[in-house]
């Protein structure tokens, strides 16, 4: 596989990536508790941008 392969991202349906985006936040709440959940953690662990986050939910708060 080249490097461009690599980087390249598959696109999801809305509703798949918001679904990706909460379990993920619930695997690492499981592992780690709620102390030290921040939406920079839950964006690297589920391969998304922080900003794409955002455009789901308002804040940890409401992801919650």
Do not use: C, H, W
């Not at 690599?6 to 349906?13: I, S």
């Amino acid at each position: 596989m080249s490097a461009v392969e690599n980087t390249q991202r598959k696109r999801f349906r809305p509703e798949v990536r918001r679904a990706m985006i909460l379990d993920e936040a619930a695997t690492l709440i499981v592992q780690e508790g709620i102390a030290g959940l921040t939406l920079e953690r839950i964006a690297r662990e589920a391969g998304v941008s922080k900003s794409l986050i955002y455009n789901y939910f308002d804040g940890v708060t409401e992801l919650l």
